[in-house]
T-cell receptor, first 118, second 113 residues
Framework: GAVVSQHPSWVICKSGTSVKIECRSL??????MFWYRQFPKQSLMLMAT?????????EQGVEKDKFLINHASLTLSTLTVTSAHPEDSSFYIC??????????????FGPGTRLLVL | GDSVTQMEGPVTLSEEAFLTINCTYT??????LFWYVQYPGEGLQLLLK?????DKGSNKGFEATYRKETTSFHLEKGSVQVSDSAVYFC????????????FGTGTKLQVIP
C-alpha cells in the first residue's frame, strides 16, 4: 500500500518551453503533497507544500510563478515548470501523506522525474 | 532553522560487515527522526522512525536510537548484505503543525560480496 507514482519519469525539453509533472497517490488519499528538488550528491530540497483545494505554500527562494503547483484532487498534484531554462534541470520528487493513516508524519515518495532542459 | 548532518559517503563494506552511518541534528522543540532509503532507480522509502527521546526504531535488521542528549540518530546494522546497497537519508520532522521534513545529504552504501 501507500504507492505514489510520478509521470513522466524523465523528460527532455527545449529552453523556454513548459513542462508538467504529475504526482499521484495510487491507493490512498492525500490532502497534502510535497514537491522536492534533488541536485546530484545533495539532499532533497523542499520546494513547496501542495494542499488539495487551496494554494500551495512555497519555500523561501522558490519562484511561485515559475513552479506552478496545482492540487486539484485528493490523489493528484501537478508541478509545471514554466519557461524552463538549463538551470532548472534537476531531479524532481513528490511525496504524499496518507489522510487516513494513524501516522500523519510519514511521507510516501514517488520515484522522481528527471528533467533536462537543453 | 532545523538541520540534519550525516556522514559523507560513499561507504563501502564487505558482506556481513557491521554498518554505522552517523546522523546528528539541530532542531527546536521535539522532532521526530527518520531514516529513509533510496534503492537505485527507485523513490525514497521509510526505513524506520522514532518519535521521542530514547525510542529505538528498527526494521529489516537496521536500528537507530533517538539520543536527545547527543542530538543523534545513528543508523546501525549488524551484518549488511549486498541488497542493502542504497543511499540512506536521515531526516527530521518538526514538532509543529506544519511538520516540515528536513533531510540530510544522504550517504551512499555499497556492499561488496
Amino acid at each position: 500500500g501507500a504507492v505514489v507514482s510520478q509521470h513522466p519519469s524523465w523528460v527532455i525539453c527545449k529552453s523556454g518551453t513548459s513542462v508538467k509533472i504529475e504526482c499521484r497517490s495510487l491507493d490512498f488519499q492525500a490532502t497534502t503533497m510535497f514537491w522536492y528538488r534533488q541536485f546530484p550528491k545533495q539532499s532533497l530540497m523542499l520546494m513547496a507544500t501542495s494542499n488539495e483545494g487551496s494554494k500551495a505554500t512555497y519555500e523561501q527562494g522558490v519562484e511561485k510563478d515559475k513552479f506552478l503547483i496545482n492540487h486539484a484532487s485528493l490523489t493528484l498534484s501537478t508541478l509545471t515548470v514554466t519557461s524552463a531554462h538549463p538551470e532548472d534541470s534537476s531531479f524532481y520528487i513528490c511525496s504524499a501523506r496518507d489522510l487516513l493513516a494513524g501516522d500523519q508524519e510519514t511521507q510516501y515518495f514517488g520515484p522522481g522525474t528527471r528533467l533536462l532542459v537543453l | 532553522g532545523d538541520s540534519v548532518t550525516q556522514m559523507e559517503g560513499p561507504v563501502t563494506l564487505s558482506e556481513e560487515a557491521f554498518l554505522t552511518i552517523n546522523c546528528t541534528y539541530t532542531a527546536t522543540g521535539y522532532p521526530s527522526l527518520f531514516w529513509y532509503v533510496q534503492y537505485p532507480g527507485e523513490g525514497l522509502q521509510l526505513l524506520l522512525k522514532a518519535t521521542k527521546a530514547d525510542d529505538k526504531g528498527s526494521n529489516k535488521g537496521f536500528e537507530a536510537t533517538y539520543r536527545k542528549e547527543t542530538t543523534s540518530f545513528h543508523l546501525e546494522k549488524g551484518s549488511v548484505q549486498v541488497s542493502d546497497s542504497a543511499v540512506y537519508f536521515c531526516a527530521l520532522s518538526d514538532s509543529g503543525g506544519y511538520q516540515k521534513v528536513t533531510f540530510g545529504t544522504g550517504t551512499k552504501l555499497q556492499v561488496i560480496p
